[in-house]
């Protein structure tokens, strides 16, 4: 909602270097703390306004910080975008992953990051307004965004196949064909309308694979 303020959390050490600017990551849990609302407040700013009308000063009046904390961690407005593109990739992917580690064989897993991705868009329905606008303003972070999604669905779909649990023909195609489908259906029953609960769309997805990519 706009005027909202974002109640910080916390980032880890490693991921705050990783999003502040080169040699600004904060030393401390404070300076994580703060880093981590400005990431948390730009998310709305942009997800509600866009990137071109989005502004730094919309993003500390969220944050409740100061203007001169956003300088301490970024350069710009375009690195602290560049840095929510890749906040939000490294979200999902936590997000999805205990669900993903937890499944019994590599087409449950499949069905529980699914099903996780789209809880997950419900909550945060910016994603794909911020992602969408990186192809223009930041090409780098948005083709890292779905390279490194499709790497990480590449590599369990081959550790799947190499237990015998998924064929065993399994490439990258297969792994950009299941992002492709999963980014989209994020968008038809996350985004768009949360007519059908995620298991649901999980479940029929899970079938198709079994039969598309499954050994039986």
């Given at each position: 909602?706009?005027?909202?303020?974002?109640?910080?959390?916390?980032?880890?050490?490693?991921?705050?270097?990783?999003?502040?600017?080169?040699?600004?990551?904060?030393?401390?849990?404070?300076?994580?703390?703060?880093?981590?609302?400005?990431?948390?407040?730009?998310?709305?700013?942009?997800?509600?306004?866009?990137?071109?009308?989005?502004?730094?000063?919309?993003?500390?009046?969220?944050?409740g910080v100061a203007l001169g904390s956003?300088?301490?961690?970024?350069?710009?407005?375009?690195?602290?975008?560049?840095?929510?593109?890749?906040?939000?990739?490294?979200?999902?992917?936590?997000?999805?992953?205990?669900?993903?580690?937890?499944?019994?064989?590599?087409?449950?897993?499949?069905?529980?990051?699914?099903?996780?991705?789209?809880?997950?868009?419900?909550?945060?329905?910016?994603?794909?307004?911020?992602?969408?606008?990186?192809?223009?303003?930041?090409?780098?972070?948005?083709?890292?965004?779905?390279?490194?999604?499709?790497?990480?669905?590449?590599?369990?779909?081959?550790?799947?196949?190499?237990?015998?649990?998924?064929?065993?023909?399994?490439?990258?195609?297969?792994?950009?064909?299941?992002?492709g489908m999963n980014v989209f259906l994020?968008?038809?029953?996350?985004?768009?309308?949360?007519?059908?609960?995620?298991?649901?769309?999980?479940?029929?997805?899970?079938?198709?694979?079994?039969?598309?990519?499954?050994?039986?």
């Amino acid at each position: 909602m706009a005027g909202e303020r974002v109640q910080p959390a916390t980032l880890s050490r490693s991921e705050a270097a990783l999003v502040a600017s080169e040699g600004k990551a904060p030393r401390t849990e404070r300076g994580r703390k703060t880093l981590r609302a400005i990431l948390d407040a730009a998310a709305i700013e942009f997800g509600e306004k866009g990137f071109h009308e989005g502004s730094i000063s919309g993003i500390t009046r969220r944050a409740g910080v100061a203007l001169g904390s956003f300088y301490t961690y970024f350069d710009s407005k375009d690195a602290v975008f560049r840095a929510l593109v890749r906040d939000m990739s490294d979200q999902v992917r936590d997000h999805v992953a205990p669900a993903i580690r937890a499944a019994p064989d590599q087409i449950a897993a499949e069905r529980a990051g699914l099903s996780e991705f789209i809880a997950f868009v419900r909550g945060h329905k910016e994603i794909y307004r911020i992602i969408d606008e990186a192809e223009f303003v930041d090409p780098e972070s948005f083709r890292l965004h779905y390279a490194t999604t499709a790497d990480r669905i590449a590599a369990r779909l081959k550790a799947g196949a190499a237990r015998g649990e998924i064929r065993a023909d399994i490439s990258d195609v297969h792994a950009w064909a299941i992002m492709g489908m999963n980014v989209f259906l994020g968008l038809r029953y996350g985004v768009w309308q949360d007519d059908v609960s995620p298991e649901a769309v999980a479940d029929s997805i899970a079938e198709m694979l079994a039969r598309g990519i499954g050994t039986k």
